[in-house]
């Protein structure tokens, strides 16, 4: 199994700046991608950056040229740095880790609000 916490989330206000951090422990030779997603209330979970083992990076046009996705493999860690927040942005934020098994686990979520 593997284990997700995060951190990070937080009240920033408009055009500020947040970094997640998703501390990865367990089973982490699993791992083959790490990602973030966010959720808002009757809205499905959005895919924002994804990073493979190998560092290979794909990150969702919404937030493209805003937010970035990197991993510290000594520390089992991957981070979400969001720039440029906007309102809208306000969501709760999931890590989640993708086994070669295809098996999905989640963070606990944190929270993100972005004032205006």
């Known amino acids: 199994q593997v284990q997700l916490v995060e951190s990070g989330g937080g009240l920033v206000q408009s055009g500020g700046s947040l970094r997640l951090s998703c501390a990865a422990a367990g089973r982490i030779s699993s791992i083959y991608t790490m990602g973030w997603y966010r959720q808002t209330p009757g809205k499905p979970r959005e895919l924002l950056a994804e990073?493979?083992?190998?560092?290979?990076?794909n990150v969702a046009g919404s937030v493209k040229g805003r937010f970035t996705i990197s991993r510290d493999n000594a520390k089992n860690t991957v981070y979400l740095q969001m720039n440029s927040l906007k309102a809208e942005d306000t969501a709760v934020y999931y890590c989640?880790?993708?086994?070669?098994?295809?098996?999905?686990?989640w963070g606990q979520g944190t929270q993100v609000t972005v004032s205006s």
């Open positions: 990073i493979t083992s190998g560092g290979s990076t």
């Open positions: 989640n880790a993708r086994t070669t098994g295809w098996l999905d686990y």
